[in-house]
């Protein structure tokens, strides 16, 4: 169940457009593709990885944000617009295990058109961690949302 890297973060924001342009202008990020969350995402990267993810906070989070990432602080500005680290991983059967062994709670979530299956937990400060584990690891591993099944 070994984790390989820090993926991504998510920047959660009242600006989504002035957001993408200060990353863009400032420290050079590129605007890139992203899957269908059916909420409004904008991609980051830098060279071929998507590294900085943002979306809208405070009030102007959607009803599909909510349901599929959660919201843990209404914040758009200071630290607190930081939603979450994610983590690729590989192992899900045994991370599985390990976390339900721990008795660690976590929610499972699935992106087809990515190509992940996605856990969420909290560490004991309350900062929501994403683990991503290909989707070919998930074989009759059933989600409890996917990004698909969202309307929109």
Same mark, same amino acid.
Request: aromatic share 10%.
């Given at each position: ?22 990353? =863009? ?12 969350? @059916? ?9 071929? @990885?998507? =590294? ?13 944000? @909510? ?39 976590? @929610? ?45």
């Amino acid at each position: 169940m070994p984790l390989s890297h820090i993926e991504h973060m998510l920047i959660q924001t009242a600006d989504m457009a002035a957001t993408r342009d200060w990353y =863009v202008g400032v420290l050079g990020f590129r605007v890139g593709p992203n899957p269908d969350f @059916k909420f409004p995402v904008c991609w980051l990267y830098l060279g071929d @990885k998507d =590294v900085i993810h943002i979306t809208e906070g405070g009030a102007q989070v959607s009803d599909n944000r @909510k349901r599929y990432v959660g919201q843990e602080s209404a914040a758009t500005q200071g630290s607190g617009v930081i939603d979450h680290v994610a983590f690729r991983c590989t192992g899900l059967e045994q991370m599985l295990e390990h976390l339900t062994a721990l008795g660690v709670p976590f @929610k499972r979530r699935q992106v087809n058109d990515q190509g992940l299956y996605q856990l969420f937990l909290f560490d004991p400060n309350g900062v929501k961690v994403e683990l991503n584990f290909a989707n070919a690891e998930a074989r009759g591993v059933r989600p409890e949302l996917m990004a698909s099944d969202l309307p929109g």
